[in-house]
């Protein structure tokens, strides 16, 4: 089976740095998927890493190590409406099940 | 815009009653999912399918029924044998040829009353 490990909460201010980590357990690899949702909303997709390393996208950063069985997501210049949850998330084969982390609630004060 | 559309948003049912969640999309994927989420919880998969006339159990299928008879559609079933039905419920689609980009509908959140 597939199973993920994320921390429950973090709570930061405005302009600062937030990363939140994920470990993971699975037999076969697919990659590493990160999903944002705000409280009553749909989950929407922020980044996927497939390969050893650092992804960026704007103020979002994902890492992945294989070896490690780790990841970690990295918010940057913290805003107000970056307060959500953060899911970590294994993807099976193509057209397979995704599988969730716990996931991370990110509480950011002014 | 393509996307995916849930209905109800919200759904109140009577105990030993059986409800049916619509999950439509029109983002020609091939592959659906249906999720549940507890409150401060992840979500877990409850069926999916991957084409259509064919869904295999999720996670947490007992108490679940689905269909696949069109590939824009995947609806829910949520029956009497379900035990503790309350509970937000997200469909989600994907291509089925890559591993990420997997798209959400805005849920059907269900409660027994």
């Known amino acids: 089976g597939q199973s993920l490990e994320q921390p429950s909460e973090v709570t930061a201010v405005e302009g600062a740095i937030v990363q939140i980590n994920c470990t993971y357990q699975t037999s076969g690899f697919y990659g590493l998927s990160w999903y944002q949702q705000h409280d009553g909303g749909a989950p929407t997709f922020l980044s996927y890493n497939a390969l050893d390393g650092l992804e960026e996208t704007g103020r979002f950063s994902s890492f992945l190590s294989r070896s490690d069985s780790y990841g970690y997501l990295l918010l940057q210049e913290l805003q107000m409406k970056d307060s959500a949850s953060y899911f970590c998330a294994l993807p099976g084969a193509a057209g397979n099940k995704l599988t969730f982390g716990g996931g991370t609630r990110v509480l950011v004060k002014p | 815009d393509g996307g995916i559309t849930q209905s109800p948003k919200y759904l ?53 029924s689905v269909s696949r008879e069109k590939k824009e559609s995947f609806p829910l079933t949520v029956t009497s044998a379900q035990k503790n039905p309350t509970a937000f419920y997200l469909c989600a689609s994907s291509t089925g040829r890559d591993n990420y980009g997997y798209t959400f509908g805005s849920g059907t959140r269900l409660t027994v009353v």
Request: hydrophobic letters at 30%.
């Open chain 2, 12 to 64: 109140f049912r009577k105990e030993g009653q059986n409800v049916t969640l619509s999950c439509e999309q029109n983002l020609n994927h091939d592959a659906m999912y249906w999720y549940r989420q507890d409150p401060g919880q992840g979500l877990r998969l409850i069926y999916y399918s991957q084409i259509v006339n064919d869904f295999q159990k999720g996670d947490i299928a007992e108490g679940y």
